[in-house]
Every structure is written in C-alpha cells, then in structure tokens.
Nanobody, 116 residues
C-alpha cells in the first residue's frame, strides 16, 4: 500500500538546522510532484516547498525562501527538506505530500519545534 514516512523532526534552537526526510513506497515516486506542508494548531495546512518530478524546478513559500531547500532522490524514493536558520515561527507539524493530478498522498507528519 501507499506509504509516506517522514523522519528527522525534533527540538532545535533558533538559528539551528534540521533535515527532514520522507521515504515513499507503494507508488511510482518519480512520477509525482513532491511537497512539504506544515500546520500549527488552529491554522490551515500551508505549503512550504514543492519539487517537480525530475527535481529541476522548486518553489518555496516566501516565509522560507533562502533558508529551506527541498530535494529528491528518485533512486531512493525519498524527498528531503533541509531547514537552516530556523525561527520559532517555523514550529509546526511538517507533512510530506505526493501529488499527481487529482491524486494526493500524505504522510503522518513529524513535529518540528524551534525554541530556546
């Protein structure tokens, strides 16, 4: 069955870095756009970064441009989110998403907490 398993979340101090990973299985990973979303209590889930199937094109939310980098390894069926210069407002549950047309798959989420 389809699985997206996120890892790499945790507690980090402001200014620190984390690298999230999302391992995919059960579908043809290379044919899907991959994205990272995040959500805080009481707010809508928002897209953080997206990468196209071949990895040639990426897009970022304005709030993370210059600090976060999305990448993918189609041989390993894995997408990554490198997060640098983290701020307290980056605290959220981060979700991995796979999209192809009307098809969307979601991971279970990983908590990222930025606090001193």
């Amino acid at each position: 069955q389809v699985q997206l398993v996120e890892s790499g979340g945790g507690l980090v101090q402001p200014g620190g870095s984390l690298r999230l990973s999302c391992a995919a299985s059960g579908f043809t990973f290379s044919m899907y756009y991959m994205s990272w979303y995040r959500q805080t209590p009481g707010k809508q889930r928002e897209v953080v970064a997206t990468i196209t199937t071949g990895g040639r094109t990426t897009n970022y939310a304005d709030s993370v441009k210059g600090r976060f980098t999305i990448s993918r390894d189609n041989a390993k069926n894995t997408v990554y989110l490198q997060m640098n210069s983290l701020k307290p407002e980056d605290t959220a549950v981060y979700y991995c998403n796979a999209n192809r047309g009307l098809i969307n798959y979601w991971g279970q989420g990983t908590q990222v907490t930025v606090s001193s």
